[in-house]
């Protein structure tokens, strides 16, 4: 069974991935593709932010008897990815893979300091105060609606 943070940084992988097929897709000028590549990431980004914000992150508020900690820093992040993933899709629903591409650059910097500020900092202290729980919370997280 992996950890909370081994978990949690595997769906960030696989975001990665994601995203880097749909630039791919647009540096190639190939509109379908970014489309459909860019879908598979903002699903994958959602559901991870799901998985943190239903389920880690109230735990971990209730274990720290914290809601003005990491979490609150976390959730502001993830409210500012989404509105980039927006303009993103924006920029995608006019057909401006230019504009798509200089709202990836935005993006990119967000999520790379958002990753490693959870990956370093707050997973880790998630491993130390739910580590026992890890199993129930990553079966919780595999268990919410797609």
Do not use: W
Not at 19 to 33: I, K, M, P, R, V
Not at 45 to 50: A, K, L, P, S, T
Not at 90 to 111: M, R, V
Request: aromatic fraction near 6%.
């Amino acid at each position: 069974m992996p950890s909370i943070a081994e978990f949690l940084a595997a769906e960030h992988r696989q975001c990665d991935d994601h995203f880097a097929a749909a630039e791919e897709s647009a540096h190639a000028a190939d509109l379908t593709g970014c489309r459909i590549h860019f879908q598979q990431f903002q699903a994958a980004m959602e559901r991870h932010f799901r998985n943190e914000e239903d389920v880690l992150f109230p735990a971990f508020e209730q274990a720290t008897s914290s809601t003005m900690g990491p979490t609150r820093v976390m959730r502001l992040e993830h409210r500012q990815i989404r509105d980039a993933l927006a303009d993103m899709s924006s920029a995608l629903t006019g057909s401006d893979l230019e504009e798509y591409l200089g709202q990836a650059e935005t993006l990119l910097i967000l999520t790379q300091q958002h990753n490693i500020k959870e990956e370093q900092i707050l997973y880790p202290m998630c491993d130390q105060m739910l580590g026992n729980t890890a199993g129930l919370m990553i079966q919780a997280m595999q268990d919410l609606p797609a």
